[in-house]
């Protein structure tokens, strides 16, 4: 079942803390608004089989919340999956309670959650992928296993956040029963933990019957401070931060320029975009090297506005302007093979470069040659123009510059023989 386009209203008239929004099966809802007026309704409970959510918005309106914005039911098999999709004003914004739930969460964000934003219980498994997740009283995510099977669950590329009273950005934990317990895992990488006194909670009963409660950070920045009891492992050894990742502000948390953030992620097989759809990796601290950045946000760095010394055209004209730009210590380095030449010079002023090769003597293979004209917005300095590879045939050429300042002064051409081989 596809269900596409559509605002489902939960009404005020329910009685509190009761009434559903849609119980779905094996469906997929795309482009849907589900908004509760009345408190403590839930969204989408109790689905058997699996979902799918891609681009829904859930959110509660005047006194209105949820209880669970999205459940899945024992025995589902399929994964759920939510994909740019939005939870508030959730007591819990996504629950599974069976070993054999998935829950995958990517480019999603779940916000203003009462007590947890994604629980998983009894076995469940999930990853969250470039998403914002905002804890609530408990933790944000929360990986509780009293099955016999080990649970997991993968955060990656996310930024993961407090609300007003929040205990843990993350938790992890076996509890103790009759039978044998399997062990709880939960990874952290690529991510940003910000704002938490409390990092983490792990907590192991030492019981005989029961796995080990593990929590592994890696590449994230998080202050390293928490509750780790019993048996398993808390590793935060792996490349990990603890510094202001610098967001735009308290409540939008793309990473602004010389975040420390940026450019340190680890994996080079990541996502190829972030929560936007901004591509990723992009090199965003200018050092050449495109490396993801930590967080659901990919820095997308913005080019410096021109200036004079970058653009003649923006400098200044003086009243009788009279002088020249001068050319000197022109130096060219031939192409070859698969490598580009350069031709360098430097300016005593910003001015227009025009360079003009010219194919010389007259005669044979002159044909086989072109003239090759080159043109760069100089600076005052060092200027240097790239000649790509196949430009320049072998043979000898007349090079010719001239530069032209703002005010329309040319300098003196600039004439050399050079030698392409």
């Given at each position: ?178 039978m044998t317990v399997g ?13 938490f006194t409390n990092t ?88 050449g090297i495109a490396v ?130």
């Amino acid at each position: 079942m596809t269900l596409s386009g559509l605002t489902v209203v939960i009404p005020s008239s329910f009685t509190d803390d009761a009434g559903d929004g849609i119980v779905v099966g094996h469906a997929t809802l795309n482009d849907m608004d589900i908004e509760s007026l009345n408190p403590g309704s839930d969204g989408v409970p109790n689905i058997q089989k699996g979902a799918t959510f891609s681009n829904v918005s859930m959110y509660g309106s005047g006194t209105g919340s949820f209880d669970i914005g999205i459940s899945q039911t024992s025995l589902a098999y399929n994964p759920l999956a939510i994909d740019r999709s939005t939870i508030e004003d959730a007591k819990t914004g996504i629950l599974a309670t069976h070993f054999t739930d998935k829950v995958n969460v990517n480019r999603s964000r779940i916000l203003n959650s009462k007590t947890n934003a994604v629980k998983l219980t009894q076995g469940a498994d999930g990853t969250i992928e470039n998403s914002i997740i905002q804890a609530g009283s408990s933790s944000a995510v929360f990986l509780s296993n009293k099955e016999s099977t080990n649970s997991d669950v993968d955060i990656r590329y996310s930024t993961i956040i407090p609300g007003a009273s929040s205990a843990y950005a993350v938790a992890t934990e076996t509890v103790p029963t009759a039978m044998t317990v399997g062990s709880s895992r939960m990874t952290v990488s690529d991510s940003i933990l910000n704002g938490f006194t409390n990092t983490y909670y792990r907590s192991d009963p030492d019981s005989p019957t029961t796995g080990a409660a593990n929590i592994t950070f890696s590449h994230s920045d998080f202050d390293p401070t928490g509750l780790s009891t019993g048996k398993g492992v808390l590793d935060t050894t792996d490349s990990n931060i603890n510094a202001d990742p610098k967001f735009l502000s308290a409540t939008d948390f793309h990473l602004t320029k010389g975040s420390p953030a940026i450019d340190t992620a680890s994996s080079p097989a990541g996502p190829l975009v972030d929560i936007d759809g901004n591509k990723r990796p992009v090199d965003g601290n200018g050092d050449g090297i495109a490396v993801a950045d930590m967080g659901a946000y990919e820095y997308q760095p913005v080019a410096d506005p021109p200036t004079c010394e970058t653009d003649p055209k923006l400098c200044p004209v003086l009243p009788g302007d009279t002088t020249a730009p001068v050319i000197s210590k022109v130096k060219f380095k031939s192409p070859k093979g698969k490598k580009a030449g350069k031709l360098k010079l430097r300016l005593s002023e910003a001015a227009t470069i025009k360079a003009t090769f010219k194919p010389t003597p007259k005669g044979k293979g002159k044909k086989k040659r072109k003239t090759l004209k080159l043109s760069k917005t100089g600076k005052a300095g060092a200027n240097k123009l790239k000649i790509k590879k196949g430009k320049l045939k072998p043979g000898k050429y007349r090079l010719k510059i001239i530069a032209t300042d703002a005010a329309g002064n040319r300098s003196k051409p600039m004439v050399r023989k050079v030698k392409v081989k």
